[in-house]
């Protein structure tokens, strides 16, 4: 069974900082893309980073936000500055992974992290 833990978390205020930490456990043999994507309430879910062959980045939060991955630890991370009020979202992160060899490629969420920018 693969999980996928988010942490770091809070609340911040306008201009500050926060580093998200997603770690996936379990049985993985092997992870293509890892990513966040945050909801914001009455809102759809949106793609803010993706990282894998490529990265990239919603247009809106380039420069801003940094993502980053560690492969011998399974885990991405979410570098977020001059964080502003309408960033204030749960905030997922997602895994493109094989569980075993040769099985097909399933995409797990993990259960979110809240992240909430005010003074």
């Known amino acids: 069974q693969v999980r996928l833990v988010e942490s770091g978390g809070g609340l911040v205020q306008p201009g500050g900082s926060l580093r998200l930490s997603c770690a996936a456990s379990?049985?993985?043999?092997?992870?293509?893309?890892m990513g966040w994507y945050r909801q914001a309430p009455g809102k759809q879910r949106d793609l803010v980073a993706q990282?894998?062959?490529?990265?990239n980045y919603a247009d809106s939060l380039k420069g801003r936000f940094t993502i980053s991955r560690d492969n011998a630890k399974n885990t991405v991370y979410l570098q977020m500055n001059s964080l502003k009020p309408e960033d204030t979202a749960v905030y997922y992160c997602?895994?493109?992974?094989?569980?075993?060899?040769?099985?097909?490629?399933?995409?797990?969420w993990g259960q979110g992290t809240q992240v909430t920018v005010s003074s």
């Open positions: 997602n895994a493109r992974l094989q569980d075993k060899r040769g099985n097909a490629w399933r995409t797990y």
């Open positions: 379990g049985s993985i043999f092997s992870i293509d893309a």
């Open positions: 990282i894998g062959s490529i990265t």
